[in-house]
Structures are given as C-alpha cells and as structure tokens.
C-alpha cells in the first residue's frame, strides 16, 4: 500500500466559520423570524390603543400670582408642591373624579382612575404634572383637567385661599395612541428573534454535541464500546496501573493517536505506568511533522528511525534514554522527508525495527498534530492495539466518532482511550 501526504489545508477564523454556519441555517433563521413577527404583530393588533393626556399646573403662594416667577421662598414651595402632589394621587381625590365623570353608560371609580393618573412634581419649584391614560382619548384628557380642578379646589379650602394652583398647559384630547404599535414591534421582535434563532442554530448542536462535563469517560465509552481511562482531572482517574496490566498488558506493541495538545499526555501517562511495573519500555516518535515529544521526553530529534530505515544509522546507535523522569528509551522520528511516499517495505521495515528492539512494551505515538494521512500511516504501521488520547474539553462527540473511524480506515484495532488535560500555554 502507498500512502500519500495530503497537502490541502483551509484555514478560517472561528468567527468565519460561525457566520458560514449561520449562513447554511439562513432559512430556518428567517421562518422563525417571520413568525415572531406575525405572532406579535397579530397579538398587539388586538390589543386597543391607549391615549394619553396631560396638564400642568402650578402652585402659588400669597403675594404671587400666575404670572410672576415662583416665590422667593423656594423650598416652601416645593413642600407645598410634593405635599399635593401626594394629596392628589390618594383615593380620595380619585374618588371626587370619578363622581365627576362617571356616567350610567361608563361608569367609574375611584380605583379605576387611580390606575390611569401618574402624578409628579416638576424639578422647577411649583410645577405638577398630571398625566391621564385611557383607551378613549377624550376621556383621557377629561380625567387630567378633573384632577387639576379638583387639586384647585382642594388647596383653595386647605389652605384657606393663601395658595392656588392655576392650570398653565391644558389637557388637550390625543390626536395619536401612546401604543400600541404593532407594525413597529413586530418588526423589533422579529429582529430579535432572527438574533436569537442564528445563534441558537449554531450553538445548540455543538452543545449537545459537546462531551460530558462531569462523567466523559462514562460517555466516551458508550460511544465508542472500549475502555477509558481518565486522567483529565486529578483525582478522577481509575487505577493507571490496574488499566494498563488488563487492557493493554499483552500487547507488545501500542500505537497512540493523540488530538489536542494535553500536557501530561498519553505517552506520559502510560510510559510511567509501564516503568512503575519495571517493563522495558520503547517509546517511539511516529510524527511525520515537528512535534513537542522530543522536548516532553528530554530527547533530540535526530538522529532517529528515518536513519535507521534509510540504512544510513543502526538501531542501537539512535536509541535515546528519556531524561524527562520517564524509566523508558526514546526512537525519536529522525529527519522526515513528507513529501516521500511510505510503500509497503518501509511499513514492513518499521514494524521489524520497533518488534526487534528488544522493548516489552514499544509505545509508538502519532499525533497531536498530525494530519490525517499521518495518522493512518502510523496505525496502518503499528494496528494491533490503538489506544486514543485527546482533552474532553477540546473534542465533541462527532470528533470523537471521526477518530475512530479514521483509525478503523487505516485497519487499526482501538483497544482504549486515555484522556488527558487541556493544555493552557
């Protein structure tokens, strides 16, 4: 079999990607769209329109008159002012306004205008405004010049004609309703929802597509029908070395194939496993591109199997000890020509250099940014017993599943997962 190096790659931004994907949603977007809109455009329409009216009056103190500016003594009159305003909007003022306007065929009282006034003072000393809605507008303008009567006629008593309060903008009947507006809400809702539905398209599926928070291996494992072991978070784990002897113990030979970029990684993880139950361990660098293993084990790149495959370096004289903490030897990957084609000799090459090393266990490790070719290059080298390794937080299931199929392609038996933690640089 010949392999050949892909060497297509797009590159997008994650935000030209998330607008694509937008973009294939775009009628699923407008239908719920236009279906807010109608829905609240239909529902406002029913709704009848409110007016609203309003007068301001102003209160005067003895020795002023309507005309004059407000009283010297200011704060006096702002007291008066607040007082009545509160005077005002008490049920007993309501209640003399609905006697006034109640009629047999629109009967009123005094809690039905309580709920139409808003009353308030305005900040120049003096002035109240009272403000009136209703669904007819006359009677919206007829209960603001009520109020304003009444408050008259309640100040003039109270404080025995030495205050006045004098009407300086009538109320006039509303041409237009205050709302409401259904054409323009319906359009603002309709926005909206166009907003919420093109992200809620986008983003759904990849949160229900994302791992398990809280039990990934459980979740992976249904997935994909192998065992896990889960490193991901300390303390999460189940017994590395228990995991090791029963699911990977007979094999002599294990391929793993990375995704993400995990600090403590697979090899990390299984390598000291290995060395804790005193195994001669062979750890070899299956990267067809530059890759961080060499500076993780402590080792140099070159010279490594491409010398020992191209006849140019024996085995015994690139064999590397790991200096990282690791009890294993390293068969880094060597200088890579990736654009030379990998025929069915050097496959057959490779696998008698890693089986004649004389290791228990050789871990041969592909990835975590190799493409696709050089995965299955690597697997379809070393198939027997695969064992899959990425961060939870960095994979969704669909990645997960693409993986597996990827290893099953290139005729690679998974055997395991092992997951690992993200990496923050």
């Known amino acids: 079999m010949t392999t050949m190096l892909s060497t297509d790659a797009t590159h997008e931004s994650e935000f030209a990607v998330h607008l694509a994907e937008m973009r294939r949603r775009w009628p699923l977007v407008a239908l719920s769209a236009l279906a807010v809109a109608a829905f609240v455009g239909g529902y406002r329409s029913g709704i009848d329109p409110t007016y609203e009216a309003s007068t301001t009056v102003r209160l005067t103190t003895a020795g002023a008159t309507a005309a004059d500016p407000p009283s010297a003594d200011a704060e006096s009159v702002e007291f008066l002012s607040e007082t009545y305003a509160e005077l005002a909007a008490t049920d007993a003022v ?41 669904d007819d507008p006359d009677r919206a303008a007829a209960l603001a010049a009520t109020t304003a009567d009444v408050l008259a006629e309640l100040v003039a008593t109270d404080t025995s004609g030495t205050s006045t309060v004098t009407v300086v903008d009538q109320a006039e009947p509303p041409s237009d309703p205050t709302g409401p507006r259904p054409l323009t809400e319906a359009i603002l809702a309709g926005l909206v929802a166009a907003i919420i ?33 889960d490193v991901s978070q300390p303390g999460r784990a189940s017994s590395p070395v228990g995991w090791f002897l029963e699911h990977l113990g007979p094999h002599p030979i294990i391929t793993i194939a990375e995704r993400g970029d995990g600090p403590d990684s697979a090899v990390a993880t299984l390598g000291h496993v290995a060395g804790a139950l005193r195994r001669r361990v062979l750890i070899v660098d299956g990267n067809r591109a530059p890759s961080r293993l060499p500076g993780i084990l402590g080792v140099s790149n070159q010279p490594g199997m491409a010398e020992v495959l191209d006849g140019t370096a024996e085995l015994r004289s690139v064999v590397q000890p790991a200096t990282s903490g690791l009890r294993a030897a390293v068969l880094a990957a060597g200088r890579v020509d990736t654009e030379r084609a990998v025929d069915d000799d050097r496959v057959a090459s490779a696998r008698r250099v890693v089986a004649t090393a004389g290791a228990d266990h050789a871990i041969v490790v592909s990835g975590p940014a190799t493409t696709a070719d050089d995965l299955a290059i690597v697997v379809h080298t070393f198939p027997d017993a695969v064992v899959a390794s990425f961060s939870p937080r960095e994979m969704t299931r669909r990645q997960v599943r693409r993986l597996a199929a990827e290893i099953e392609r290139a005729g690679g038996h998974l055997v395991g997962v092992v997951l690992t933690p993200s990496f923050d640089p």
């Open 197 to 229: 539905a093109a992200e809620a398209s986008v983003l759904l599926p990849r949160l229900r597509g994302r791992l398990s928070p809280v039990a990934p291996a459980q979740d992976v494992a249904r997935l994909l029908g192998v065992p896990v072991l």
């Open 94 to 134: 309501a209640g003399t306004v609905a006697q006034r306007l109640t009629t047999p065929s629109d009967p009123l009282d005094g809690a039905d205008v309580a709920d139409r006034l808003d009353i308030s003072v305005k900040p120049t000393p003096g002035f109240i405004d009272i403000e009136a809605t209703d």
